[in-house]
């Protein structure tokens, strides 16, 4: 079983605030992905990587940064953290096979900017 | 625009009955389809996936059918058990991107 963790699992902070959420996985999985969970929008993509260096773009980019520091670890950075950012952030992993792979999640982080 | 539509929002069923969760798109290049299971406080985890190769797939309780021509899918649970209530996504994937297109979800709840 593939094993994504995620830190801190709780986190509040105030508008404009700086925030940094860490994933790591430990299956040597070559794609991770930052997802973001809220009612009524299910999950949406934010950012997602390849491999160590690389960041591709999602569907719901702006006012996040992510950084895919090595095959291992993903990084997403909120610099003026909004309300709007109050969400349930997943991260996840998955080595890309012929035509079909899954994603392993990780437990989630609940950010709440206040 | 939501490029992945799920039914029902939520559902109750009685235990033991058969749940039908169904699922549409329109982009034709979609051709793999996973299906998610969420417990509150938990990851999604993968339940069940489908190629659109495939027109079915089955693994125990849980079947997901695939209709190319009218672009829709669904997942049957049949005998369905309080353990079972949870939060269920249909995903859909273009190519080999990696990139996942998820519905909104429907919460299903199994009463004893």
């Known amino acids: 079983e593939a094993a994504v963790t995620q830190s801190p699992r709780n986190k509040v902070t105030v508008t404009g605030g700086n925030v940094t959420l860490s994933c790591r996985q430990t299956?040597?999985?070559?794609?991770m992905y930052w997802y973001r969970q809220d009612t009524g929008h299910g999950l949406r993509l934010i950012h997602y990587?390849?491999?160590?260096?690389?960041?591709q773009i999602g569907d719901v980019p702006d006012g996040y940064k992510a950084t895919r520091t090595t095959q291992e670890d993903f990084f997403l950075l909120l610099e003026l953290a909004s309300p709007s950012q109050t969400s349930l952030y997943f991260c996840?992993?998955?080595?890309?096979?012929?035509?079909?792979?899954?994603?392993?999640f990780g437990p989630g982080t609940r950010l709440l900017v206040l | 625009q939501q490029q992945v539509r799920q039914s029902p929002q939520s559902l109750t069923v009685w235990e033991g009955g058969t749940t039908v969760l169904t699922c549409s798109y329109e982009?034709?290049?979609?051709?793999?389809f996973p299906w998610y299971q969420q417990f509150p406080g938990e990851g999604p985890a993968l339940l069940i996936s489908?190629?659109?190769?495939?027109d079915k797939k089955e693994d125990g309780r849980f079947t997901t059918f695939f209709n190319k021509r009218e672009k829709k899918l669904s997942l049957h649970i049949i005998d369905s058990q309080p353990g079972d209530s949870a939060t269920y996504f249909c995903?859909?994937?273009?190519?080999?991107?990696?990139?996942?297109?998820f519905g909104l979800g429907t919460t299903l709840q199994v009463q004893p």
């Open positions: 299956n040597s999985h070559n794609y």
């Open positions: 990587s390849y491999g160590a260096g690389n960041l």
């Open positions: 996840a992993s998955s080595d890309l096979g012929l035509n079909q792979d899954t994603q392993y």
């Open positions: 489908i190629l659109s190769v495939s």
């Open positions: 982009d034709s290049t979609f051709n793999y």
């Open positions: 995903a859909a994937r273009t190519g080999n991107t990696g990139k996942l297109i």
